[in-house]
C-alpha cells in the first residue's frame, strides 16, 4: 500500500531530518508511528500524503511511483486516505457538519446522499448536538472529534492521525482508538502518530515505527 | 445501514427529516472560500468604475460613428455650385443660367439658388451685421439637392457649367466627406484603444485581487487539497466568487453609464431650443441613444463579469500549479 525506500528530506540546504527511510505499510495493518516531539512524525506523515517531496529515495503509494504522478493522480490517491491533522484544520466559516462533509462535497456527491451518514457520524464521536456550530467555538477536544469524523467519512482505505488523542480525555481517548481499531477490522491500513505510551499499550499487537535521531526502528 | 452504526452497534434514530427540512442548518452551497477573506467590496468598485468608464467610451464612440455617418449622408446628398464673380458679368444673369443648368442635370433632385441677401448674410457671423457689403465680391451659391435613385455626373456638370458661366465651380464635398470619415475613424480607434487600455487595467486589478484571496486562503486550499479536492474544484470555487463579484460591479457600473447617457439625452432634449442644444444638435445630432448603445453596455457589463470569472480562474490554476 505504502513503500518508502531509502527517503531522505532536507529543507533547502540544511541537514537531513529524514535518513533513509525504508518502509512499508501493509493492507489492513495497523501501526503505531512514535518518536520523541520532533523527531518527524509530522514529516514523514505529509510525505505519505505526498505535500512533501522527499530530497531523495522513491515512494510508492497503492503500487505506483508517487513522484512522477501528476495532480490529477495524485488527487486521485489523497481521496483513498483520510488524514487527523494535529492541528486539526477545520474550515473556520463551515459548521461542523459542513467541515465533516467536506470530503463528500469535494467529490461532487449530493448532500442528500451523505447528510444520513454524517449526521450518525458526528453523533458517534459525540458531535451530535455540535452539528451546526463554527470550529472557533468548539473546544479543543471537540475539534479533534470533528477531524477524526472527516477523515473517517469517505471510509480511507488508508488513515493518518496525527496525535488523534492529543485533545481529548482518556476517555474519550479510548473511544476513538477502539473506533480506529474496528475501522482497522473492517480493512482499513491504520497509522497513527503518537508520543502517548498509554495509547500504544492499550493496542500490544500493533507495529511500532519509531522515528529517532532522523531513522526509522521498525518493531513488529 | 452505514459503515459506522454496523461497526459499532449504535444505530440510533437520525431525526433526517427535522434537520433536512431546515433549511438554515444545512448549506450544501456553502461557499468554500470566505467571502470576507477577499477584497471584495474593493473590487466591486475598481469592476463599477472600469465598466462605467468602458461604457462611456464604447456608447460615446458608437455615437460618434452613429452621428458621422448622418454626417456623412447628408454632405453626400448635396452639392454646392458656387459663382464667383468675374469682370464685366453679370452675376445674377450667371446665377440664374448656372441654376437652370443645374435643373436639367440627372441625378438633381432640386435646386436651390442663394440671392444676393442670402449669401451676404452667410458672412454675417464673422464679418458682423453692420457692415455693408454690397462693394465686396461675394460669390453666389447655389445648392443641389441629389436624387439618391439616380447618379449624377459631376465632371459632366462641370464642363457644362465652365462653357457657360466662366467663373463657376462645383463642390460635391468628397473632401469633407474624406474627412469627416477619417475623423469618425480616429475616434473610434481611440475609443478602442481607451477601451482596451480600461479593460486591461480591470484585468490587473481582478488578478492582484485573485493573488491576495489566493494567498489570504492558502491554508483552505490546503485542506481541500488534503480532503481530495482536485484543482479544477478549487479553482471554480474561487470563480464563481469572483463572478458574483464582477457580475455586481459590472452591473453597477453599466448601470451608472446608462443613467448618465440617459441624463445627458434628456438634458439635450431640454436645451434642444437654446444656442447650445443646436450646437449639441450640429455635433450628434438629437443624441439619441439607441438600442445600439444600451445593449452594448448591458453587453460590456456581462463580458466583464465573465472575464472576472475566467481571469481569476486562469490565476488560482498558475498558482495551484505554482504550489505544487
Known amino acids: ?220 | 445501514m452505514s459503515i459506522f452504526s454496523g461497526l459499532l452497534g449504535r444505530t440510533r434514530s437520525l431525526r433526517l427529516s427535522r434537520l433536512g427540512q431546515d433549511g438554515t442548518e444545512i448549506r450544501p452551497d456553502k461557499a468554500l472560500v470566505p467571502a470576507a477573506s477577499i477584497a471584495g467590496r474593493a473590487l466591486v468598485t475598481v469592476v463599477a468604475i472600469m465598466t462605467f468608464l468602458a461604457s462611456l467610451t464604447a456608447g460615446g464612440a458608437i455615437m460618434i460613428a452613429d452621428a458621422s455617418r448622418g454626417w456623412q449622408d447628408q454632405v453626400a446628398h448635396e452639392m454646392t455650385i458656387q459663382i464667383r464673380p468675374t469682370g464685366g458679368r453679370d452675376i445674377e444673369a450667371d446665377a440664374d443660367k448656372a441654376a437652370q443648368i443645374a435643373r436639367k442635370t440627372s441625378g438633381v433632385a432640386a435646386v436651390r439658388p442663394y440671392t444676393k441677401v442670402q449669401s451676404e448674410a452667410l458672412l454675417e457671423p464673422w464679418l458682423g451685421s453692420n457692415l455693408d457689403l454690397s462693394e465686396l465680391p461675394v460669390p453666389r451659391l447655389i445648392v443641389v439637392a441629389l436624387d439618391p435613385e439616380t447618379r449624377l455626373d459631376a465632371a459632366a456638370l462641370q464642363r457644362r457649367l465652365a462653357e457657360a458661366v466662366p467663373g463657376a465651380t462645383v463642390d460635391d464635398h468628397r473632401l469633407w466627406i474624406e474627412r469627416l470619415a477619417i475623423m469618425a475613424k480616429t475616434v473610434v480607434l481611440a475609443a478602442a484603444v481607451i477601451f482596451a487600455l480600461v479593460l486591461t487595467a480591470m484585468f490587473l486589478a481582478v488578478a492582484f485581487a485573485t493573488r491576495g484571496a489566493m494567498a489570504g486562503n492558502r491554508e483552505i486550499i490546503e485542506i481541500l487539497h488534503f480532503v481530495g479536492a482536485a484543482d479544477d474544484y478549487i479553482s471554480r470555487q474561487f470563480q464563481r466568487h469572483f463572478f458574483r463579484l464582477g457580475l455586481r460591479g459590472g452591473a453597477l457600473g453599466g448601470g451608472a453609464a446608462i443613467v448618465a447617457f440617459f441624463a445627458a439625452s434628456t438634458l439635450s432634449n431640454w436645451l434642444r431650443a437654446t444656442p447650445s442644444g443646436d450646437q449639441v444638435d450640429v455635433m450628434f445630432g438629437d443624441f439619441a441613444l439607441g438600442p445600439n448603445v444600451y445593449g452594448a453596455i448591458i453587453l460590456i457589463a456581462a463580458c466583464i463579469a465573465l472575464v472576472t470569472g475566467f481571469v481569476s480562474r486562469v490565476i488560482v490554476f498558475r498558482h495551484l500549479r505554482d504550489l505544487t
Not at chain 1, 111 to 134: F, K
Open chain 1, 1 to 220: 500500500m505504502v513503500r518508502f525506500e531509502n527517503v531522505g528530506l532536507r529543507y533547502g540546504m540544511g541537514a537531513e531530518i529524514l535518513k533513509d527511510i525504508s518502509f512499508s505499510i501493509e493492507p489492513q495493518s495497523f501501526q503505531f508511528l512514535t518518536g520523541p516531539s520532533g523527531a518527524g512524525k509530522t514529516t514523514l506523515l505529509r510525505l505519505i500524503l505526498l505535500s512533501l517531496r522527499p530530497t531523495r529515495g522513491l515512494i510508492t503509494l497503492f503500487g505506483r511511483d508517487a513522484l512522477s504522478l501528476d495532480k490529477g493522480a495524485i488527487t486521485d490517491l489523497r481521496r483513498r486516505i483520510g488524514v487527523v491533522f494535529q492541528d486539526f484544520r477545520l474550515l473556520d466559516h463551515l459548521t461542523t457538519y459542513e467541515n465533516v462533509a467536506l470530503p463528500l462535497r469535494v467529490r461532487g456527491k449530493d448532500e442528500a446522499s451523505y447528510r444520513g451518514e454524517v449526521m450518525e457520524l458526528l453523533r458517534w464521536v459525540g458531535l451530535g448536538d455540535r452539528m451546526h456550530i463554527l470550529p472557533p467555538v468548539l473546544s479543543g477536544g471537540e475539534k479533534q472529534r470533528a477531524v477524526i469524523a472527516r477523515a473517517l467519512i469517505v471510509r480511507p482505505e488508508l488513515l493518518l492521525a496525527d496525535e488523534p488523542t492529543g485533545n481529548v480525555d482518556p476517555n474519550l481517548a479510548r473511544r476513538l482508538l477502539r473506533l480506529f481499531t474496528e475501522l482497522h477490522k473492517s480493512g482499513t491500513s491504520v497509522v497513527i502518530a503518537t508520543h502517548d505510551l498509554g495509547l500504544m499499550d492499550q493496542f500490544d499487537n500493533a507495529r511500532r515505527l519509531v522515528l529517532g535521531d532522523g531513522r526509522l526502528h521498525i518493531f513488529d
